[in-house]
């Protein structure tokens, strides 16, 4: 049975499409069994993607699909509501892509009466989409293309207003960087899978939105007092004082005390300058604090660079641009991070890029000669990978590919997952965490399962089963309810907030009480999708595409208290093994077509079916 919304609360129920080579937009209310199946957000996208994509199209070709998607309480007055996902199929890894931003974009875009849009097609000029309200236009932007995110942003204000959303890529994405990411509001960046590559394929510099509309809630007075009540226990919970002082940046020294600060391309796990790059550091640089819409845990660090500009700081940012490439100086880690913002650029793929560039100039397979912690050389190499020049032409490409060209057993130290650039945690000594990074649906990133924080404290060198069950219940809960949800996971994961106030914020937004158990089969779906996705666009699997680079397996660490240290192959195995067997998928990793009938995705393992022989 089709149930298609008629009125509804928390959804609005409407997806807004564009075919771009047309200049034509419709819009469509979609049924409830993808609201219900899917709630929203990464659910959204996945199920878009799957039903509307060609298999096999190229990801930088017109017919490739962009999504923006949100959730029933995205842009409500609660807690950390301003995040959108940003989904297509990523150029970098041929597979599934997205990315989590925080933006005014994500509030405006539902005010707009839509929870997702689907753009397709190719502008026939360089252009500017402007969504306001049922008004959706799109506008010439030749004098844009090239500007910087910061200064389209800033532009599109002048032209649309103060209160104009906006979401917009840089040169790397105009150039098709591979991992060109999207930028909002002058240093949030999401959609590391390329998807500034996929939006400068569609000759789209940047979204604007305006919304004037109220978002449908089922019980505004139970969501108003639910909701001030979490605004309330944030600031309450013990960590709140120090998280607004370092936010994610204290990460750094703790990754040092637990050797799982990725240094010199993810040789060692401890960089003998941390200290110099850490929490405590940034605070003596520090200018300012900015956040997401609705955030009360606003952790956005606003520090003044090496050229007095203002850069906002992450740890990913400083792990990766800082002791990946060896390099101890904050303030210059922060003008490489505010040059990645302004083109455009993933930091953690950029800092993986450039790693990988410094190791093979010192093993001489480039002609250049670059020297680790170089500020000048990873200066000139930021720019060149944006604009395509030179070595910066194949690192554009991403380290995959890069070390598939330069040979030279370079594959062995290219570190990736899928394709997608490892973010920042050395796993020689986390064998859980490899696993995370080996299992995210997106290529290696930690955003799905952070388990490193809980296994440095348990048995870290073990391959046991409960870290299996560890990662799946993260996955269900990071990958899963925070992604489906569309919210900010850090009050949770940061600051301990407890879990079971998103379900009622989620009854009291649309009236639907779910329980943790069927939360989890949503997303369990969802990752059950996803795979199918993968598997459907690269006509099958093979586990090796599940394992981390050789390097953690072949190379021991030489410094810290963990040196020595190498993942066991065997050990790694066996975990994966058990990791499918959980998820309901074949030792080959590949869903069982029993698993997508149980989780009511029969039709796609029909359609699956017609690729690849996907076991009972
Ligand atoms: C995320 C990834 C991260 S994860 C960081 S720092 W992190 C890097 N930030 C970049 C940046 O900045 N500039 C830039 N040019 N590239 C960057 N690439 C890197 O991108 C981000 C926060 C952070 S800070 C994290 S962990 C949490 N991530 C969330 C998530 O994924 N989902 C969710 N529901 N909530 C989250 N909350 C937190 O959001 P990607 P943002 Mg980003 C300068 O999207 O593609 O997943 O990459 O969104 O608004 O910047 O907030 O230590
Ligand atoms: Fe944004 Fe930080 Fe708030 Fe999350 S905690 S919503 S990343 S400001």
Redesign the pocket.
């Known amino acids: 049975m089709e149930i298609v919304f008629t009125s509804m609360n928390g959804w609005t129920g409407t997806i807004l499409y564009v075919d771009l080579g047309k200049g034509k937009s419709t819009v469509d209310r979609y049924p409830g069994e993808l609201a219900y199946g899917f709630i929203g957000g990464r659910g959204f996208a996945v199920k878009l993607l799957w039903d509307l994509l060609k298999p096999g199209t190229s990801p930088l070709s017109p017919e490739n699909l962009l999504i923006l998607a949100a959730g029933p309480l995205t842009g409500l007055p609660v807690p950390s509501s301003g ?1 959108l996902v940003i989904a297509s199929k990523s150029p970098l890894t041929g597979g599934y892509g997205d ?4 933006t005014h974009a994500a509030v405006q875009m539902r005010r707009a009466g839509y929870d997702a849009i689907v753009l397709k097609g190719r502008a026939e000029n360089r252009s500017i989409l402007v969504v306001d309200d049922d008004r959706v236009e799109l506008v010439d932007a030749e004098d844009c293309w090239g500007l910087s995110t910061s200064e389209v942003e800033r532009r599109v204000k002048k032209d649309y207003g103060g209160d104009a959303a906006v979401v917009s890529i840089g040169p790397a994405g105009e150039n098709l960087v591979k991992y060109a ?1 999207v ?1 909002s509001q002058g ?6 899978p390329g998807m500034g590559a996929v939006m400068g394929s569609k000759n789209l510099k940047a979204l604007v939105f305006r919304g004037s509309g109220e978002i449908p809630v089922a019980d505004r007075h139970a969501l108003k007092k639910e909701a001030s009540e979490t605004y309330r226990r944030i600031t309450e919970l013990p960590n709140y004082g120090f998280w607004r002082r370092q936010g ?1 940046m204290a990460t750094v020294e703790w990754s040092q005390e637990n050797s799982v600060l990725p240094c010199m391309n993810f040789r060692e796990g401890v960089f003998e300058e941390a200290e110099a790059i850490g929490g405590f550091a940034m605070e003596k640089i520090k200018v300012g604090q900015r956040g ?1 819409p609705y955030c009360n845990a606003t952790c956005g660090n606003l520090v003044e660079d090496s050229t007095g500009s203002v850069s ?1 700081l ?4 400083v792990a990766m641009l800082g002791a990946n490439i060896a390099l101890g100086d904050l303030e210059k880690v922060a003008t490489l ?1 505010r040059m ?2 302004e083109l455009g ?4 793929s950029l800092g993986n890029a450039i790693g990988f560039a410094f190791e093979a100039s010192e093993r001489r397979l480039l002609d250049e000669r670059l020297e680790w912690g170089s500020f000048e050389d990873a200066k000139t190499l930021v720019e060149n990978i944006a604009y395509r020049r030179g070595l910066g032409a194949l690192l554009a490409e991403g380290v995959r590919y890069a070390s598939l060209k330069l040979g030279g057993g370079s594959e062995r130290w290219a570190m990736h997952v899928k394709g997608l650039e490892i973010s920042g945690y050395d796993c020689h000594s986390a064998p859980g965490m490899a696993l995370a990074y080996g299992t995210s649906p997106i290529g290696a ?1 930690h ?1 799905d399962a952070w388990i490193i924080s809980w296994e440095v404290k348990t048995d870290r060198r073990s391959y046991s089963g409960e870290k299996v069950d560890k990662l799946i219940e993260l996955q269900r809960i990071r990958g899963g309810l ?2 489906f949800l ?5 009050p949770w994961v940061e600051l301990g907030l407890e879990l079971e106030r998103y379900p009622r914020l989620l009854y009291a937004a649309t009236g639907l009480r779910l329980g943790f158990d069927k939360l989890f089969e949503v997303a369990d779906r969802i990752y059950c999708l996803i795979r199918a996705f993968w598997v459907r666009e690269y006509g099958g699997w093979s586990i090796e595409l599940d394992y981390p680079p050789d390097r953690w397996f072949e190379e021991p660490t030489r410094k810290g208290p963990c040196r020595g240290s190498t993942l066991d192959r065997e050990g790694y195995g066996s975990m994966l093994q058990l990791y499918y067997a959980r998820r309901g998928w074949s030792p080959q990793g590949i869903p069982r077509r029993s698993t997508m009938e149980r989780l009511g995705l029969a039709n796609e393992a029909e359609e699956l079916s017609r690729y690849v022989n996907i076991p009972d």
């Open positions: 995040k990315g989590s931003i925080g990411n930028v240093g949030r960046a999401g959609g590391r994610t997401c906002e992450d740890y990913e940012n991070n990645a913002d650029l993933d930091t953690i990133h955003k925070f992604e569309t919210l900010c996971r850090l």
